[in-house]
């Protein structure tokens, strides 16, 4: 006698519109000013990504393929830039020494070099320094 095998069943045909998986993430008006919230204040894309529910790598790639969110991560860290900016500048022009020195540090490498000069003419810096905030300052809109 030969062995017969089973026979198969017909496979079931899922109902039309059902999809397996989880439902894709809408990335509302809401969660757009949330995102670009986030990213001002200085959030990494990995943090805001798990802060909005969704893998780094998913927001990764749905910011590639998405113009609005892209703008919003862009907007945010721009905004966060500009405030991060001017809280700098304002201290430098209030007498906030550390914030004057990393300004014209970064702002004119050229210039200005944070070395520590032991034993030079510290007044010759000073008085250099004190120009350079006096320009500043008279280029501040009333």
Same mark, same amino acid.
């Given at each position: 006698?030969?062995?017969?095998?089973?026979?198969?069943?017909?496979?079931?045909?899922?109902?039309?519109?059902?999809?397996?998986?989880?439902?894709?993430?809408?990335?509302?008006?809401?969660? !757009?000013? =949330? &995102?670009?919230?986030?990213?001002?204040?200085?959030?990494?894309?990995?943090? &805001?990504?798990?802060?909005?529910?969704?893998?780094?790598?998913?927001?990764?790639?749905?910011?590639?393929?998405?113009?609005?969110?892209?703008?919003? &991560?862009?907007?945010?860290?721009? =905004?966060?830039?500009?405030?991060?900016? =001017?809280?700098?500048?304002?201290?430098?022009?209030?007498?906030?020494?550390?914030?004057?020195?990393?300004? !014209?540090?970064?702002?004119?490498?050229?210039?200005?070099?944070?070395?520590?000069?032991?034993?030079?003419?510290?007044?010759?810096?000073?008085?250099?320094?004190?120009?350079?905030?006096?320009? !500043? &300052?008279?280029?501040?809109?009333?």
């Amino acid at each position: 006698m030969a062995d017969k095998k089973p026979a198969k069943k017909p496979a079931k045909k899922k109902p039309a519109g059902k999809k397996r998986g989880a439902k894709p993430f809408q990335f509302t008006p809401e969660i !757009l000013e =949330s &995102i670009q919230d986030m990213a001002a204040n200085g959030l990494t894309q990995v943090q &805001i990504s798990r802060n909005i529910g969704l893998d780094p790598a998913t927001l990764s790639r749905k910011k590639s393929n998405n113009d609005q969110l892209s703008q919003a &991560i862009e907007n945010g860290k721009a =905004s966060g830039l500009q405030k991060m900016a =001017s809280a700098l500048f304002e201290n430098g022009v209030g007498g906030n020494f550390n914030a004057q020195q990393f300004y !014209l540090c970064n702002r004119d490498p050229d210039n200005w070099k944070h070395v520590s000069k032991a034993g030079e003419d510290k007044d010759k810096d000073d008085d250099k320094l004190t120009q350079v905030l006096a320009a !500043l &300052i008279a280029k501040l809109p009333d």
